[in-house]
């Protein structure tokens, strides 16, 4: 079974970037979908960027261009590049790694803070 660290979140500033990442135990280059999903409390976690073995993505409708997500398969890890934040991205993201049924893995979660 993989398990997923993250790292990178914090407090920033509306307007202000922050880079996360998440690493991997093992092997990831044949899982097809890893990636961010993000919560806040009393809503359903919702879809950040998910990347596919060949770096193709997906992103959350909110996102209009602000995030950049990156797999990156030799280090078995995967970053989101958050720019332009805004305090509605306050939340609590998560790195996951799924493919089908039987792979289907979460992180512990990195809190972000955006303040005006």
């Known amino acids: 079974q993989v398990h997923l660290v993250e790292s990178g979140g914090g407090l920033v500033q509306s307007g202000g970037s922050l880079n996360l990442s998440c690493v991997a135990s093992g092997p990831i280059s044949t899982v097809y979908a890893v990636g961010w999903y993000r919560q806040v409390p009393g809503k359903q976690r919702e879809l950040v960027a998910v990347?596919?073995?060949?770096?193709?993505?997906n992103y959350g409708e909110f996102v209009k261009g602000r995030f950049t997500v990156y797999r990156d398969n030799e280090k078995n890890s995967v970053h989101l590049r958050m720019n332009r934040l805004e305090l509605e991205d306050t939340a609590v993201y998560y790195c996951?790694?799924?493919?089908?049924?039987?792979?289907?893995?979460w992180g512990q979660g990195t809190q972000v803070t955006v303040s005006s």
């Open positions: 990347a596919n073995p060949r770096n193709s993505a």
């Open positions: 996951r790694a799924q493919d089908g049924p039987n792979i289907d893995v």
